[in-house]
């Protein structure tokens, strides 16, 4: 079985252009996390979905960052315009949702904003 | 508020034991898990604990859970360098509507 693919796993951009983060989940899950990951730093989750619904992005900058997952399959995590405190490991996970229940992390999406 | 603690660093020998600690605050934690990041790699769950539990063993790992002091703990038993990683607790409370809550990870060094 497939593990949560996630691309690209590098991008090196400069201040202030967009980038977008995409994220194929594992199939049957319904439930989709992207977290942001600062060096030195645990997971933080950005956003998360039930099925094509966001059902709590409140951490999410919303003022430069969008998610979106619009058949509830695969996912897409913007940023724009970027700065340089964006530079992190953006990491997607998915699970079959409820509590308890295991989520399965990619290998993330290393951001470096220039 | 939720906040999960641990210590940053730990170093062993091979074939020790180690054992990585965590501290929570939030008393309505549900579940409490314990996650493996190796270089370049996403997380990897190795083992959770219900709350209502006070220990959990699978194969080299033992999870010890006192829900009084808020305290978790991971034990690697006969610890490998292939165990060499950063170690992460994780809670999931009520509040947090089954969300995960991450302390800033351990990373474990095995010394041959």
């Known amino acids: 079985e497939a593990g949560v693919v996630q691309s690209p796993r590098y991008k090196i951009i400069e201040k202030k252009q967009p980038v977008a983060f995409w994220c194929n989940p594992i199939?049957?899950?319904?439930?989709l996390y992207w977290y942001l990951q600062n060096l030195g730093q645990g997971p933080e989750l950005l956003i998360r979905?039930?099925?094509?619904?966001?059902?709590?992005d409140s951490q999410l900058p919303k003022d430069r960052f969008s998610a979106e997952r619009l058949k509830g399959v695969d996912s897409t995590l913007k940023i724009q315009p970027a700065e340089l405190g964006d530079s992190a490991v953006y990491l997607c996970?998915?699970?079959?949702?409820?509590?308890?229940?295991?989520?399965?992390f990619g290998p993330g999406t290393r951001l470096t904003v220039l | 508020g939720e906040d999960v603690e641990q210590s940053l660093f730990l170093s062993v020998r091979e074939g020790d034991s180690s054992v990585i600690n965590c501290t929570y605050t939030d008393s309505s934690s549900t579940y409490l898990y314990w996650y493996k990041q190796e270089p370049g790699a996403g997380l990897q769950l190795l083992t959770y604990?219900?709350?209502?539990?006070d220990m959990k063993q699978d194969q080299r790992l033992t999870v010890l859970l006192n829900k009084k002091d808020k305290h978790l703990s991971l034990r690697i038993a006969d610890t490998q360098t292939g165990d060499s990683a950063i170690y992460f607790c994780a809670e999931s409370t009520w509040g947090s509507q089954g969300n995960l809550i991450f302390g800033k990870g351990t990373k474990l060094s095995v010394k041959p």
């Open positions: 996970a998915s699970s079959l949702g409820g509590r308890g229940n295991e989520q399965f």
């Open positions: 604990i219900f709350s209502n539990m």
């Open positions: 979905y039930e099925n094509e619904e966001a059902v709590d």
């Open positions: 199939s049957g899950h319904n439930t």
